[in-house]
């Protein structure tokens, strides 16, 4: 199993960003998809989830309205477009997927850096 995110990087405030999380060794339709972020010193937190489908998304009110998830399943891809940038966006950003009888498989990534300063 695979998680292999991409896309970060360094950016000014009000500045995009799209995070991209290629999936492989699981059938990826079957799983629901999120992307999470660690800030140093603080704990890891949910920004956004997709259902299996794509049809169903959750955001976490402090990005809401500025990032958008999205999933392609033929190519096993998790997106996450980041507009309006903020200083506190800055951190590790990191794609979970989530599947199995009541949620048993658990996978990550390694995450990817982003960075908003000016």
Known sequence: ?????????????????????????????????????????????LVARISRDGARSYYADSVKGRFTISRDNGKSTVYLQMNSLRIEDTAVYSCNANGGLNGLYNYWGQGTQVTVSS
Do not use: I
């Open 1 to 45: 199993v695979q998680l292999v995110e991409s896309g970060g990087g360094l950016v000014q405030p009000g500045g995009s960003l799209r995070l991209s999380c290629a999936a492989s060794g699981f059938t990826f339709s079957r799983y629901t998809m999120s992307w999470h972020r660690q800030a140093p010193g603080q704990e890891r937190e």
